[in-house]
């Protein structure tokens, strides 16, 4: 499907992942990512910047398709 979200995001669907305040980690970024649409982390989850430096890296470890923070 091509429309002007898939175009600007690199993505196959036309489907953003809300964040999710408490289950926004990389696990379900990472699987939105992989099926086509934009995963999202919730930085407010993670904590600390620290913690989100690492939730992103983690992502990026589970996918090379595109996501959010």
Do not use: W
């Not at 993505?11 to 995963?39: C, D, F, K, R, T």
Request: charged share 15%.
């Amino acid at each position: 499907m091509k429309t002007r979200i898939t175009e600007l995001f690199g993505i196959e669907y036309p489907i953003i992942q809300g964040g999710m305040h408490h289950v926004g980690y990389a696990e379900l970024a990472a699987a939105v990512s992989n099926a086509g649409g934009l995963g999202i982390i919730t930085g407010l989850t993670q904590g600390t910047p620290e913690k989100l430096t690492a939730e992103i890296a983690r992502c990026h470890s589970m996918t090379d398709k595109p996501f959010g923070v």
